[in-house]
């Protein structure tokens, strides 16, 4: 048996044993970082230095390209120091700190994506009542409540997972992933844990049908606006929150499946699978604000002087 008492720290997955391979993921993960991190805070600098973007929709959205930079930093930087170096190391606080904050910013993007969905319900199916129900008080309230849970989150899986007893410090991830640490339990304590994912599960099931039936009525009272100009106005500022949504979700649901049906054998799948959804979301989100909304591209091009 593995011994815990000195454990100092866990052995991750590797992307590739081949040096040179190593210095090709290096290059092409720092530019995606990079991108992702310049692409989100161009987002929150367009918004803070445009006053006409002050709105209950924009706040979110700023809030989202915050999720989106904690959420893409916490398991990258590392990686990226591992494959320069040629190391596998991660110090057993690094890994607790990985868990905590990939499960913060992760499930805290779910929630606020659900606040989006109600606000993007209240604009189009109570127009008349917007101003009162999404004041500045109410939006405050709501991204706090996200951030709050997204906390209580991250405190149940990181204090379950670390409660079991570890046979091995041998991670089969680039990065410390609940479900990979828990294959490495020698004891029945992942129980825990699991009484954690079923509480977790029915509260996002629950965020998961609210953002369904939201999107239901926005549908109906969209196929009720008579001209096709606003049809078309009332769609289009849905649709980059809907590719979000679908993005999050589709890229989640790929590693969840493919994780249950390759199982713990398929060490590159895995990999490629994790590497889907811990990056492509933060990447892809401020890309597809920019293309898709004209107040967006408008204030950009405002910011950095183009005409």
């Known amino acids: 048996m593995f011994n815990q008492s000195t454990m100092t720290g866990f052995l991750l997955l590797e992307f590739s044993e081949i040096r040179e391979l190593q210095i090709v993921c290096f ?23 445009n006053q006409y973007l002050h709105t209950p929709m924009y706040f979110f959205l700023v809030n989202l390209s915050a999720v989106d930079l904690g959420y893409i930093s916490v398991t990258i930087p590392k990686a990226i120091a591992n494959t320069i170096l040629g190391t596998r190391h991660i110090t057993y606080s690094e890994c607790v700190a990985q868990v905590f904050f990939f499960v ?29 129900l999404m004041n500045k008080i109410s939006c405050i309230q709501m991204v706090v409540s996200v951030w709050l849970v997204g906390l209580l989150y991250a405190v149940l899986h990181a204090s379950c997972t670390f409660g079991i007893i570890f046979c091995s410090n041998v991670i089969n991830q680039f990065f410390c992933e609940i479900p990979q640490l828990l294959q490495l339990s020698c004891s029945n304590s992942y129980i ?51 590719i979000v949504l679908f993005l999050f979700f589709f890229t989640g649901s790929i590693a969840y499946l493919g994780q249950t049906s390759t199982g713990r054998s398929s060490s590159d799948m895995g990999l490629m699978l994790a590497v889907i959804y811990s990056i492509i ?3 892809m989100n401020p890309i597809i604000y920019s293309i898709r909304n004209k107040d967006i591209k408008t204030a950009l091009w405002r910011v950095i002087n183009i005409k």
Do not use: W
Not at 27 to 49: D, E, H, M, S
Not at 109 to 128: G, H, K, Q, S
């Open 27 to 49: 290059v092409t993960f720092f530019i995606i970082y990079l991108t992702a991190v310049v692409g989100n805070l161009l987002v929150i600098n367009v918004v803070a230095l």
């Open 104 to 132: 913060f910013f992760a499930s805290s993007e779910f929630f606020l994506l659900t606040v989006m969905a109600y606000d993007r319900y209240i604009a189009i199916c109570n127009p008349l009542q917007y101003e009162l």
């Open 192 to 242: 825990f844990e699991g009484g954690a994912v079923i509480f977790c599960s029915v509260l996002s099931m629950g965020c998961f049908g609210f953002i369904i039936i939201s999107y239901l009525q926005i549908l109906k009272a969209v196929l009720r606006i008579p001209s096709v100009q606003g049809r078309e106005k009332a769609i289009s500022t849905c649709l980059p929150h809907l």
């Open 281 to 283: 979301p933060p990447f």
